[in-house]
């Protein structure tokens, strides 16, 4: 039986892949045979902790670091990996965060270009260090990282985040429109309520008691159950799908 998400030869970068739904998805991806570089900024243990999973389940990954806000560092990693294993042919643009919950009054200038640097600048800045190699190869496939939050607004004090993931969101469209011409896929994927740390440093255990009420599922999501998603669009069995935000949250938002 053929498997239509078989990623066996397939080199992966996962940006933010230290921890949550980057390290899920940096699993998921060697599960399924791709050769996965482990991107990751501060959490050095994290990412060792991935790839030794990877590792011992007869994976293969290598883990990276390097600040994804900085053209340089992101061109050096990108280089890493070519040098290691050659073109890159999945990127996951999962690195992001809120960084901190702040009300409109008290949002300064370095927040919020604190926050757009991390969470949509990033995702242009590696998108563009590996295009020129997959347009040279006429294929490969980008999965921007976005939220629910994007949609929706998020949660309170979340404006800069949730305007960066709704940037990310048009991004996504345009880069997909430019790069289809060249047989590139580029998708993105919209997370909801997800157990991951994410959660435990930015939501209180009442927030997030409300958030499962307008979940139709009654629960939160998993990392694994976005991995799985994200694996999807990397793969050749999403091979017409282009351009498009998969919501991943339960029923809480339908579009």
Not at 143 to 160: L, Y
Not at 163 to 171: D, E, M, T, V
Not at 192 to 217: C, Q, R, W, Y
Request: aromatic letters at 4%; glycine letters at 12%.
């Amino acid at each position: 039986m053929q498997n239509y998400m078989d990623l066996t030869g397939k080199v992966a970068l996962v940006t933010g892949a230290s921890s949550g739904i980057g390290a899920a998805t940096a699993a998921v991806l060697a599960d399924l045979g791709a050769r996965v570089a482990i991107g990751y900024h501060h959490n050095e243990e994290g990412a060792r902790e991935v790839r030794q999973a990877i590792l011992s389940a007869g994976g293969k990954a290598i883990a990276i670091r390097a600040d994804v806000r900085q053209a340089a560092e992101i061109r050096s990693m990108v280089n890493h990996v070519t040098e290691e294993w050659g073109p890159i042919d999945i990127l996951i643009n999962n690195a992001g965060s809120l960084v901190r919950r702040t009300p409109i009054l008290d949002v300064t200038e370095e927040g919020w270009d604190e926050v757009m640097d991390l969470n949509l600048k990033s995702a242009v800045l590696c998108s563009q260090a590996v295009a020129p190699a997959m347009i040279e190869r006429g294929s490969g496939a980008i999965v921007n990282i976005v939220s629910i939050a994007g949609r929706n607004g998020g949660g309170p004090g979340a404006g800069p985040y949730s305007s960066a993931k709704g940037g990310l969101i048009s991004f996504t469209k345009s880069l997909a429109k430019e790069m289809a011409l060249h047989g590139v896929r580029v998708n993105a994927v919209s997370p909801g309520v997800i157990d991951t740390p994410f959660h435990e440093v930015f939501s209180t255990p009442e927030m997030l008691a409300n958030f499962v009420k307008g979940i139709p599922l009654g629960r939160v999501g998993t990392a694994r159950e976005c991995a799985t998603v994200i694996a999807f669009l990397a793969s050749d069995a999403a091979g017409f799908v282009i351009g498009e935000t998969v919501e991943v949250n339960g029923g809480q938002l339908m579009l």
